[in-house]
């Protein structure tokens, strides 16, 4: 099992960026792929981008491509998503999930096991 926590979210005017953590406890890191997804207000949760257990593989969503990146630092346990060009339409609760299929990149949530708690990214017009 492995436990996440995210942090690095805020308020950011739009056009700005920011950098999310996710950083990983419990068993090896990299026996696990990770992904990030966001809620906002009323909607449902959705995918913004995932990575296999060595950072290859990439998937975004296209409401992101060209401005997210997502990487992962095995060494450190931690999980990266860095925001640029931020919309107002990126205003979330940013979530990091992870699952035990190293190799597996996929965008659909059911099958991420281990899900941190969240973080609030506000970006204002």
């Known amino acids: 099992q492995v436990e996440l926590v995210e942090s690095g979210g805020g308020l950011v005017q739009a056009g700005g960026s920011l950098r999310l953590s996710c950083a990983a406890s419990?068993?090896?890191?990299?026996?696990?792929?990770t992904g990030w997804f966001r809620q906002a207000p009323g909607k449902e949760r959705e995918f913004v981008a995932t990575?296999?257990?060595?950072?290859?593989?990439?998937i975004y969503a296209d409401s992101v491509k060209g401005r997210f990146t997502i990487s992962r630092d095995n060494a450190k346990n931690t999980v990266y998503l860095q925001m640029n060009s931020l919309e107002p339409e990126d205003t979330a609760v940013y979530y990091c999930?992870?699952?035990?299929?190293?190799?597996?990149?996929?965008?659909?949530?059911?099958?991420?096991?281990?899900w941190g708690p969240g973080t609030q990214v506000t970006v204002s017009s």
């Open positions: 999930a992870a699952h035990d299929v190293p190799r597996l990149v996929t965008m659909r949530s059911a099958l991420y096991k281990y």
């Open positions: 419990g068993r090896t890191f990299s026996n696990y792929a």
């Open positions: 990575m296999n257990w060595s950072g290859g593989g990439t």
